[in-house]
């Protein structure tokens, strides 16, 4: 497990295939393969609305669905810093989950690579069957946001 408090984090995707996705997500030397499924929830558009949150100042959580198990992403801000943490869960049970890596680091360190990962699939404008459409009307704001802190 990685725990840094700069750890650079690194989140790219392969094009999904009827509603599932392929995420690689680093975390300094830590590399977390998750292959999510858009059901029953879409997970990218959930990032985006954690991210804003965490940059509002409020914990969020994300959570990424294998069916049956589930990867949980934590923002957690402290302060003018957000603590990232990735935990793993058997059954997606959230309660019996193991942490698999963790940074902390400004808004812009901690945010910033899941907001250009968002952005990204956005740009990409993936459509039924292989990923649902999401809002993703307020990414702008987000991005202001997250660079105010």
Do not use: C
């Not at 975390?27 to 949150?53: K, T, Y």
């Not at 890596?101 to 069957?129: M, T």
């Amino acid at each position: 497990m990685t725990d840094s408090a700069t750890a650079p984090i690194k989140i790219s995707h392969q094009p999904p295939r009827h509603g599932w996705m392929a995420v690689t997500l680093s975390v300094g030397a830590q590399v977390v393969e998750i292959d999510a499924s858009d059901v029953p929830n879409n997970p990218v558009a959930d990032l985006l609305e954690a991210i804003d949150l965490a940059a509002h100042g409020t914990p969020s959580r994300v959570w990424w669905h294998l069916e049956p198990d589930g990867y949980f992403m934590y923002f957690t801000p402290q302060g003018g810093a957000v603590h990232f943490r990735i935990d793993f869960a058997h059954d997606s049970d959230a309660a019996r989950a193991q942490t698999v890596a963790q940074a902390s680091g400004s808004r812009a360190q901690v945010l910033l690579p899941f907001w250009r990962f968002v952005r990204k699939v956005q740009s990409l404008a993936y459509a039924q069957p292989h990923w649902p459409p999401a809002g993703f009307e307020r990414i702008e704001v987000v991005k202001a946001r997250i660079k105010q802190g």
